[in-house]
């Protein structure tokens, strides 16, 4: 039987693309984006130069694929559903659960892009994604509809206090797991909420 799934990947070229990402973060930790050369990031990664042109254009090119990636990663955590919760604040939940510990997994990476000024591409993509879920949560407008508070300006305050929290979290090197965390959050979140109901 004929498979139409994706074609695969040779793992070698996954291997080279990792190795390149991995350089290249290795090298925002070291210094400024604007001193950042291809040649460097052939050097950190043991590849030529052409071997790094035969995946990515430039410096700009591999800074777009990996977001990409960091958003499709992301945004397969943040649509993913468990038949077995009873309510949408447990599948709320467990969404940010999954989020916090695939930002733990891959610690190094997310501490390098999100919590640096250098690369503000990244975080305008999680910011679109949170800003995307949260406006899509149900709740949200029943508890505006009773407060009188603008709806996009609690969207913006839930991305931008989301995202504050994970970076403070990373600079401080995950001093706390992402299920305390979570939870951490979502009583905050919940205080939050009924402080608002009783104005």
Not at 49 to 75: P, S
Not at 103 to 130: C, D, G, H, Q
Not at 136 to 159: P, Y
């Amino acid at each position: 039987m004929k498979d139409n799934a994706t074609p695969r990947v040779d793992p070698r070229i996954l291997r080279t693309r990792q190795l390149i990402k991995d350089a290249f973060i290795d090298l925002l930790q070291e210094m400024e984006i604007n001193k950042i050369t291809v040649n460097r990031i052939a050097e950190r990664a043991t590849i030529n130069r052409v071997t790094f042109y035969l995946h990515y254009h430039d410096i700009q090119d591999l800074m777009e694929k990996m977001a990409q990636e960091m958003a499709e990663d992301i945004e397969c955590i943040m649509l993913s559903t468990t038949t077995n919760m009873k309510s949408a604040e447990e599948i709320d939940s467990l969404k940010l659960v999954n989020l916090l510990e695939h930002i733990a997994e891959n610690a190094k990476f997310y501490k390098v892009v999100l919590s640096s000024t250098r690369t503000p591409i990244f975080t305008e993509r999680l910011l679109k994604i949170l800003t995307k879920s949260i406006t899509e949560r149900t709740e949200i407008d029943a508890l505006l509809a009773t407060t009188g508070i603008q709806r996009d300006i609690a969207i913006w305050h839930g991305s931008s206090a989301l995202i504050g929290t994970i970076v403070a979290w990373l600079r401080k090197d995950l001093p706390y797991t992402p299920q305390f965390l979570a939870k951490q959050m979502y009583m905050l979140f919940h205080l939050s909420k009924d402080n608002r109901k009783s104005i």
